[in-house]
């Protein structure tokens, strides 16, 4: 776990996000780690430099990544069976511990600000405000082209028997690599300046998916979960989670993981947590292999901070793990001038699913209380 000290700044202390793509439909090529990456660097530099407090900056953080062409998430999301956008969203605030979603969304540009709205109203029957505001988004290019692809293998699929086994056989290696780069779900936790944590995630589900079908991003407990610290809990936390909708809904792996981040070594919980709460959960017993990843952040006052009754710190752990073949993530702070990002995969030889990856980081921040 390597430490990074840093400097006061604005209201946005840390930022980290992920973008995540599962085995099967595809994973992140080095011919495309650039363009995975300077996503998650706009992504973040957008938040981070907003001086928004925690919810208001994860939500512009989830803002930049659906309007990426290159992200399953809002303007660039999967279409359905039907040739629609169907979108899931959701997004929690540590602080008042309110929470708001979004399933099977249609017509909307960034469904996160829908949930986030309804968040904010603490009601239910706003998505008027979301159709008012935000409707009239045609799918992108690379929707409509994955979107055909897929209608075509599907119609393809359809016709051949098991005697056509090499012709799948010949067109695998060519889908693999040359696909048009879209990947997963995407999400995003953050920490502000009075040390309140939020997380999000958004998600266009999977590709040709039956229409209606709603997946881990719109689900409580399953897509993401923050949680300030109090009395019960010495650790602020925040998770968001992505892979297969259906294991992370069965595990609610987003609220397993956040409790775990209570235990002394973090590190060590989220190993245990992504081990027993999801590889070997009894919930995915049937499964062959389970698929998914994690954000997680967990913040705690720093006890040696300067005596000064100005000076705030607060020590960020920040991890991220998945059994998926690859996951990228994006991570700054509001005073540095540019993000960092790295594509994180599994180790060679292991078979995704069935095993897992696990990194992250230290940092201590400092800032000036008003």
Not at 256 to 264: K, V
Request: charged share 20%; proline share 5%.
């Amino acid at each position: 776990m390597k430490q990074e000290t840093l400097t006061p700044f604005p209201p946005v202390q840390f930022l980290l996000l992920e973008q995540i793509l599962r085995k099967g439909a595809g994973y992140h090529s080095e011919s495309k780690a650039k363009e995975y990456k300077h996503v998650c660097k706009r992504a973040c530099c957008g938040s981070a430099q907003s001086g928004a407090l925690a919810v208001e900056a994860v939500a512009a953080a989830l803002v930049e990544l659906e309007d990426s062409p290159f992200t399953n998430a809002g303007m660039g999301s999967n279409l359905n069976l039907s040739g629609e956008i169907e979108c899931d969203a959701s997004i929690m605030d540590g602080k008042t511990l309110h929470y708001g979603a979004v399933g099977a969304l249609s017509g909307v540009k960034n469904p996160v600000l829908v949930a986030n709205r309804l968040l904010i109203e603490a009601q239910k029957g706003k998505l008027s405000w979301g159709e008012e505001h935000m409707t009239g988004w045609p799918p992108v290019k690379f929707s409509l082209s994955a979107y055909k692809r897929n209608k075509r293998k599907m119609e393809l699929a359809e016709k051949l028997d098991t005697g056509h086994k090499q012709t799948k056989k010949r067109r695998q290696p060519s889908e693999h690599e040359n696909g048009p780069g879209c990947l997963d779900t995407v999400g995003a936790v953050v920490v502000d300046l009075e040390g309140n944590v939020a997380a999000a995630v958004s998600s266009g589900g999977l590709a040709m998916k039956h229409p209606g079908r709603v997946g881990q991003a719109a689900h409580y407990g399953c897509g993401c979960w923050a949680e300030n610290a109090c009395n019960m809990n010495p650790y602020s936390t925040a998770v968001s989670t992505s892979g297969c909708g259906e294991h992370l809904i069965r595990t609610m792996l987003a609220r397993e993981c956040s409790a775990a981040m209570q235990s002394e070594d973090a590190h060590h919980a989220l190993l245990e947590a992504m081990q027993n709460k999801f590889i070997s959960s009894p919930f995915l017993a049937s499964e062959d292999r389970a698929l998914g990843g994690v954000i997680v952040l967990r913040c705690c006052r720093c006890a040696e901070a300067p005596p000064s009754q100005n000076i705030q710190g607060i020590l960020v752990e920040f991890l991220w793990s998945h059994t998926t073949e690859s996951m990228c993530v994006g991570y700054m702070s509001a005073q540095d001038s540019k993000a960092k990002t790295h594509i994180s995969r599994l180790p060679p030889g292991t078979v995704p699913g069935q095993c897992l990856a696990i990194e992250g980081g230290v940092c201590r921040l400092m800032s000036v209380a008003e």
